[in-house]
């Protein structure tokens, strides 16, 4: 079990530019969460899937944030146009299928993002 | 109103002693509560849940809920330095909502 890990884990960009961050859950985990996380708060969530279906998207998510899941497997967020209010940690999670009501999310390291 | 709120603290409490960390929340239709601990700079890590009404007891930890008050604690007891983190609580509403955490602080 290598847990969840995300990629890459700071990125720096100027404002305008696009980034995309990759989440590879663990394995034979069905659903996969993203999250936001910024200095004092706690994660808020974004969008989740269950296996290659985005079943839910904040509604707070701008339409400049996208996410993938293809194939069920590895997961893209990618944010188009980034302002600096995006900057935060961007959290991703997964739950196996059996435990995905309970809660117990298995989440990475973060992907820190810094807007200039 | 937020969904879910926490005292965001610092709780600080002298080693040894109980640390008593609240939550509320607002969607009366919650079925299940989860507290996170979090350290700084790390990702927030699953320390109980609980699902019912009354205690629920793990190692030293303890969850309260009541339903009714719309209320879930947990208590910290024997608090060490090694518990000083920020305690996320969390509420199932098809997804995770988290409150903005409680920082305690553990003082030898």
């Known amino acids: 079990d290598t847990g969840v890990s995300q990629d890459p884990r700071h990125k720096i960009t100027k404002r305008g530019q696009n980034v995309t961050f990759r989440c590879d859950p663990i394995?034979?985990?069905?659903?996969l969460y993203w999250y936001r996380q910024t200095l004092g708060q706690g994660p808020e969530f974004l969008t989740y899937?269950?296996?290659?279906?985005?079943?839910?998207k904040s509604r707070l998510l701008s339409d400049r944030f996208s996410a993938e899941r293809p194939k069920g497997s590895f997961s893209t967020l990618e944010i188009q146009r980034t302002e600096q209010g995006d900057s935060a940690m961007y959290l991703c999670?997964?739950?196996?299928?059996?435990?995905?009501?309970?809660?117990?999310?298995?989440f990475g390291e973060g992907s820190r993002l810094t807007v200039l | 109103q937020k969904e879910v709120e926490q005292n965001s603290g610092p709780l600080s409490v002298p080693e040894g002693a109980i640390a008593s960390l609240n939550c509320t929340y607002s969607?009366?239709?919650?079925?299940?509560f989860f507290w996170y601990r979090q350290y700084s700079g790390k990702s927030p890590e699953l320390i109980m849940f609980?699902?019912?009404?009354g205690d629920k007891e793990d190692g030293r930890f303890t969850a309260q809920l009541n339903k009714a008050s719309q209320y879930v604690s947990l208590l910290i007891r024997d608090s060490q330095p090694s518990d000083s983190a920020t305690y996320l609580c969390?509420?199932?509403?098809?997804?995770?909502?988290f409150g903005a955490g409680t920082i305690l602080r553990v003082k030898s």
């Open positions: 609980i699902y019912s009404n």
């Open positions: 899937f269950q296996n290659e279906a985005q079943l839910e």
């Open positions: 394995s034979e985990h069905n659903r």
């Open positions: 999670a997964s739950s196996p299928r059996d435990r995905g009501n309970t809660g117990e999310l298995f």
């Open positions: 969390a509420v199932n509403l098809n997804k995770l909502v």
């Open positions: 969607d009366r239709g919650s079925q299940s």
